[in-house]
């Protein structure tokens, strides 16, 4: 399996991005997918995740910002961001959880490349 993370950028402080990540391979609609981040100095840690069957977990955070969203028929996520912070400054991965379901780093099997969200105050 492939993932393809797009649509990182500079955004002033206020300002909105969408992330958005493309599988590839042999993927499977039963995967969680999630999105996580790391800052400068930093551990990963997850920001938002959404089943095959769209249960959600975000972390606190993010949540009332960040919407996580995905098209099982494209095989693709997304990770709506209003109102950035300069806090919210890292590399986003997604990743897939072939399991079904998971909210910690372990749990995910493979990852995307990265891309950089640089939030300016």
């Known amino acids: 399996v492939q993932l393809q993370a797009s649509g990182g950028g500079l955004v002033q402080a206020g300002g909105s991005l969408r992330l958005s990540c493309a599988a590839s391979?042999?993927?499977?609609?039963?995967?969680?997918l999630g999105w996580f981040r790391q800052a400068p100095g930093k551990e990963r840690e997850v920001v938002a995740v959404?089943?095959?069957?769209?249960?959600?977990y975000g972390a606190d955070s993010v949540k009332g910002r960040f919407t996580i969203s995905r098209d099982n028929a494209k095989n693709t996520v997304h990770l709506q961001m209003i109102d950035l912070k300069p806090e919210d400054t890292a590399v986003y991965y997604c990743?897939?959880?072939?399991?079904?379901?998971?909210?910690?780093?372990?749990?995910?099997?493979?990852w995307g490349q990265g891309t950089q969200v640089t939030v300016s105050s």
């Open positions: 990743a897939a959880d072939t399991a079904g379901w998971g909210i910690e780093e372990v749990e995910y099997d493979y």
């Open positions: 959404i089943s095959w069957n769209g249960r959600i």
């Open positions: 391979g042999r993927t499977s609609s039963g995967y969680c």
